[in-house]
T-cell receptor
Framework: DQQVKQNSPSLSVQEGRISILNCDYT??????FLWYKKYPAEGPTFLIS?????DKNEDGRFTVFLNKSAKHLSLHIVPSQPGDSAVYFC??????????FGAGTRLTVKP | KAGVTQTPRYLIKTRGQQVTLSCSPI?????VSWYQQTPGQGLQFLFE???????NKGNFPGRFSGRQFSNSRSEMNVSTLELGDSALYLC???????????FGSGTRLTVV
């Protein structure tokens, strides 16, 4: 059951512009959301998270927005850099239950 | 199409035992990756297989091993289990590495 969906398998942006990665979920019980970043030949690494009591969390160039009514979250990267080129996973969990992952979006930032 | 199937869903083992977990990828997917998920450490990469070859390996001790069969099904084995091995073990498959992953529901391993 695909409770977490990343409908764009890939995204290409120009260096310096904004990258927006989207994620939709179906389970209204999800209360904690994370983004992971994965480079080729490496495992995913944690990037940024947000709990359902917030609608925005910012960490440097990375900002995650949560729209609970739409069951939608997005990751904004501003400005995008070539080193940001990677696969980005969205993940969600409800309480202490297991986390559910999206399929990932491959971001390519062109110089 | 059927998703990624991991068996068993739940497992309880005692310290010192060994365990084998199974992952059946989506038909046509040749890449299978394994991850350990714990509340404290989050998601950690174990290893990745592609066409029966281990391509990448995370920073886990040699007690953790895996293999992939010709039908792309994969197994991971943990020997001499320790309490700290209790975790959710996730498998993900994709047609090619680094693109379009589908995660299984995981195997919840509890070591007592």
């Amino acid at each position: 059951d695909q409770q977490v969906k990343q409908n764009s398998p890939s995204l290409s942006v120009q260096e310096g512009r904004i990258s927006i990665l989207n994620c939709d979920y179906t389970n209204s019980m999800f209360d904690y959301f994370l983004w992971y970043k994965k480079y080729p030949a490496e495992g995913p690494t944690f990037l940024i998270s947000i709990s359902s009591i917030k609608d925005k969390n910012e960490d440097g160039r990375f900002t995650v927005f949560l729209n609970k009514s739409a069951k939608h979250l997005s990751l904004h990267i501003v400005p995008s850099q070539p080193g940001d080129s990677a696969v980005y996973f969205c993940a969600a969990s409800a309480g202490n239950n297991d986390m559910r992952f999206g399929a990932g979006t491959r971001l390519t930032v062109k110089p | 199409k059927a998703g990624v199937t991991q068996t068993p869903r739940y497992l309880i083992k005692t310290r010192g035992q060994q365990v084998t977990l199974s992952c059946s990828p989506i038909s046509g997917h040749r890449s299978v990756s394994w991850y350990q998920q714990t509340p404290g450490q989050g998601l950690q990469f174990l290893f990745e297989y592609f066409s029966e070859t281990q391509r990448n390996k995370g920073n886990f001790p040699g007690r953790f091993s895996g293999r992939q069969f010709s039908n792309s099904r994969s197994e991971m084995n943990v020997s001499t289990l320790e309490l700290g091995d209790s975790a959710l073990y996730l498998c993900a498959s994709s047609e090619e590495a680094n693109y379009g992953y589908t995660f299984g529901s995981g195997t919840r391993l509890t070591v007592v």
